[in-house]
């Protein structure tokens, strides 16, 4: 760019060493390559911020002038930001060569801004009064506008009205223009002046949507508005509909996208073509929703500047399902060569104009209504896709310059409120707004209710042929079925089992892509031999359970179009495990060189044409069961893998077309349910769905029936007569060495003190093996453990948290066990770990004045690996009746009712555990272990149950578990409480802390944090304490951290700024791991305090929404206030400390019944003497009467209470009140 006249000295020397490199041309091109290999030492082919601002000095070093460098560097962060995303598909947080020339110009540019920014900023003192503060007030604009009209900015030339110009450039109308408001107002009159400036800073507008469409100052009449939509893609024609004046900028540039393909004419015709062709990328005549959805990106993608497509499409996603629904049933019925598809859920080609109106419309509905939900533009937190009363009758008065019939002369809002709200919910979602305006258009017969009447009258067209568009298939001419398989991956040979109409498209697909492999042929074996060889991954002759999804998954991506080979993979992912095990029961169990493993938990080569054939199979039966479950196709909410009788009764007719003998002919349609229903529980489970239908089938002597049948006679044939065939517990038929996962060379050879049983699963047993060797008393094993413990004890505190423990437990099952099976074990019994940490961690005293009640010690150290093993088998059983299953099943949710403590108790008898032998009352053991009465039996109920039964026995195991209990009787204090989770402040021992000692706040404690505070908030406020003092000490902190979080010097700090800036002080403070727990403990009070400090200063307005230094002080302080709020509010959500299931971040009567003791000892005002009446102090606390408390209302209440009792923390918190 040329400067202006004006510019300083400093800025022409500093443009003239950046400008070459940012010019086209030959010569330029030579230099930048040059420079780009010094900008770019580690040759990555991307730089970083870091590396530009070091590049930029070298560059300014080289020319003489390094003391321009910290002068202009504050503009360099914002060329920097505005020239990372311009290349397409470039990394976002870097510049590649191709933004490199763009980098220079911006440098360039923003020095230019920069150094008029200067002049303004502090002018009209004396040198010696002379504050650059980096803001400019509307004193010294007026004082100094003149002096920068010569800049070379057209936004800073022939100012008229200076303190019009003013007001623009102030953004946020807070009094005073920021170095960043500058930039965006010069940058913005730049672009909408097409400028050459303006054209180079138009590859990326930054400025907000709603900024963009400001006339220029000193043009009649108005100037084009900024879009996000470029140059040559704008709509020419006429609009025959006018959009409403209050219709947002986003909104705008969807139709203005869009609008020429919705004309009727000649040119808007070829148009569509041009579009159907590419939004019908299969060529079957028919778009799907997906398609669509994926269409509609792509033109946004390619009419948009750079980024601004990808929000827009995000922004109005959630309507095209709306718009898609309206037009696809307009045009006729038509069979479209599924069997069991129509073009009902599709749009044709006819269909297609009215599609793009359609999307048109809805989008402005949807804008409307965003406007609404949550008050603000659909970018709030409080936008939850519908609109309350409350939300209707605030804002409703925002909408009435949308050209929508249904939103103007609203005199009774509340009827019209009412009226919307079709199923009278107290709420209105989107699909009753667009239907209630919808219904308004086409009363009014609006050109818009016109466009809007014709799928109403094309529905009415079609009703002689009866219902329109059901799932149920119009039998005519049988077109190709529309599939997601790639023309070159279809299957071509003969079909020998013929799949029935009812079958969907995404199963005939997976049929399809594995058919060939099923057949008994050459050229069949020829592709098993290849398919074999890239499922057997690592070569060792036979596949697991994990290795089948994986090439399964890889099959149907390649051969499928993009996208959809992953959603089929997903849809029936939940049946190949029954395909897998009744595959790998197949062939005679052989040694596989594990020396203690067999293939009976595995497939191998022979079995792997029939887990082909079981895997089509299994997904007809599951995409029948998906037809019932939820009544639709597997895609539902209500779909919850288990058919009720309701279900089945209301949609058993669906799939009498699947050709699957047990769903022919269903003559009683309850006696078929019940024989399903196996087990009587009133609900059939997907194997009980697949076992009923294997019997039927293998019953009717069916095709698929002699297939399925092959396992069964194999097993009877190939196995021993008389042995269990391959259960979930190893077969030990012929004595074979049961499967293991663990590496040969890290196996236990020992002796096993406590031997585990047959009942035990072999993922406990390859658990228990893996960590035997460290629970032993002898020297070898010692050795090992002090080993094992360096590994735990990563940064060498002398204690393990849990995390640590869990990671370490990961690390040892990953290193020990063959690849992908250790993270697998490792994930099975994670839950249970917990349990044995807590067991072990309260053995041994407080040592060094720490106590070390929430850490495990090395004196600990052996007891705990004793531990895991033995609640991992503990955890195994528990799994066995969980559900019915070994973990791995839908109905697992980790507790036991009593239905399934009967149904599964015997199959426990094996397990080895006193508690679980010759229950001769099984009802009666069920109540003694329900410790709460609760009516089911957690995992730790049933963990405690069954250890006291060992101890009360005196079994090894209870002599092992009970040394625990020993320990702590022995090494803790006569009659103290034995290490509860609240750290002991006995003779003012130093409790457990995260922060590193170098680290700890040492200074006087002005407000006390009460005893009922955790250890997380302690440490919280204790990393922050020191910068809110009022001293020169904490100034001086206070000075530097301002530095750290204001990192591009623009003087505030916003609210994504000070989140990482709070997470880069605890990581920095805390112990390896800690400050990052913390942080994400604490994170969701953050904006509290922000929001309570930004709006102190009186040089910023109440609508401000950043910190600046000034507030700085108060807001440190409110972090650490809100902290302990917030610690205090986990306490009572929930039940427990923020790390519960059942905190979801709001407090019912009952949990604040239940726990508001607990927090009584917060040293909060609000939450102290509450014994009289607590449900007075919930409805206080519960400010909008929706009958339970937000966090928000916690925060207000407990803040007005300090402010009312005039304490400390009161007085201090009043400051922004």
Known sequence: MELGSSASEDALEFVKVFKPLSLKGSVSQTLRKSEWAAADPNGNGLLSLAEADAWINRRLIAAGRQDLWDKFRPCYVRAFGRAKDIAAGSTDDYVTIT???????????????????????????????????????????????????????????????????????????????????????????????????????????????????????????????????????????????????????????????????????????????????????????????????????????????????????????????????????????????????????????????????????????????????????????????????????????????????????????????????????????????????????????????????????????????????????????????????????????EVKIPLGKGVSADAMDFVDCFRIMVHKTDASKKQRIQAWDHADGNGNGNISLAECDQWVKDILVSKCLDGEGARIWSRYRKCYIHAFNRARNVSEEADINMETATSDDYVDKKEFRLLIGFLCVYVIMFDAFQLVDGDSAGIDENDDFRIEENEWLASYEKVADHNLAGLKDTGDPKATFKAMDMDGGGMVLLGEWCGYLTEKEIEAHTVLGEFLNISTETKTKTHKKGTPLKKFSPSKAKEAERVSAIKPNSRFTGEAMIPLEKGVSIDAEDFVNCFRLLAQKNEHAKKQRIRAWQQADGNRNGLISLAECDQWVKDVLVAKCIKGEGARIWSRYRKCYIHAFNRAKVISDATDGVASDDFVDIKEFRLLVGFLCAYVVLFDAFQLVDGGSAGIDANDDFRIEETEWLASYEKLADHNLVGLKESSDPKAAFKAMDEDGGGMVLLGEWCHYLIEKEIEADTLLGQFLKSSTEAKAETNKKGGNLKKSSPKKKKEEERVTAIKPNCRFTGAVKIELGKGVSGDAEDFVNCFRGMAQKTDEGKKLRKSEWSHADGNHSGSISLAEVDLWVKDILVAKCIKGEGDRIWKRFRKCFIHAFNRAKGISVEKSASDDSIDFKEFRLFISYLCVFAVMFDAFQRVDGGSAGIDKNDDMRIQLDEWLASYQNVMDHTLIGLEDMTSDPKVVFNEMDSDGGGMVLLKEWCNYLANKEVEANTVLGEFLKISG
Request: hydrophobic share 40%; proline share 2%; net charge negative.
């Open 99 to 493: 933004e490199f020339r763009f980098l220079n110009a911006y440098i360039c540019i923003y020095a230019a801004m920069l150094d008029a920014f200067a002049v303004v900023d502090g002018s009209g003192l004396d040198e010696s009064a002379r504050q650059d503060d980096r803001r400019i007030s509307k004193e010294e604009w007026t004082i100094a506008y003149k002096n920068v009209s010569n800049s070379g900015f057209v936004g800073l030339a022939n100012i008229s009205d200076p303190e019009k110009t003013f007001a623009a450039m102030d953004e946020d109308g807070a009094g005073m223009v920021l170095f960043k408001e500058w930039c965006e107002f010069l940058a913005g009159e730049e672009i909408d002046a097409m400028t050459e400036v303006g054209k180079m800073l138009a590859f990326r507008d930054e400025r907000p949507v709603e900024k963009r469409n400001k006339p220029k100052e000193n043009q009649d009449k108005a100037a084009p508005r900024s879009t996000s939509v470029l140059p040559d893609a704008h709509f020419k024609g006429e609009a025959k509909i006018k959009l409403g004046a209050g219709v947002s900028s986003d909104a705008v540039d969807f139709v203005d996208c869009f609008r020429g393909l919705a004309q009727k004419t000649e040119e808007s015709k070829k148009l569509r073509k041009q579009a159907w062709s590419a939004a019908d990328g299969n060529n079957n005549g028919l778009i799907s929703l997906a398609e669509c959805d994926g269409w509609v990106k792509d033109v946004l993608v390619a009419k948009c500047i750079k980024g601004e497509a990808d929000r827009i499409w995000k922004r109005y996603r959630k309507c095209f399902v709306h718009a898609f629904n309206k037009a696809k049933a307009i045009s006729k019925e038509m069979d479209i060569g599924f069997e069991s598809a129509t073009s009902d859920d599709y749009v044709d080609i006819k269909e297609f104009r009215i599609l793009i109106g359609y999307l048109c419309i809805f989008v402005v509905m949807f804008d409307a209504f965003q406007l609404i939900d949550g008050g603000s533009a659909g970018i709030d937190e409080n936008d939850d896709m519908r609109i309350e009363l409350d939300e209707w009758l605030a804002s409703y008065t925002k909408v009435t310059d949308y050209n929508l019939v249904g939103l103007k002369d609203m005199s009774k809002p509340e009827d019209v409120f009412n009226a919307m709200d079709e199923d009278g919910g107290g709420m209105v979602l989107l699909g009753e707004w667009c239907n209630y305006l919808t219904a308004k258009e086409v009363e009014a017969n609006t050109l818009l209710g016109q466009l809007l009447n014709i799928s109403t009258q094309a529905a009415i067209s079609h009703k002689n042929a009866g219902p329109l568009k059901k799932a149920t298939p119009k039998k005519g001419k049988v077109a190709e079925r529309r599939s997601s398989i790639k023309p070159t991956s279809k299957f071509t040979g």
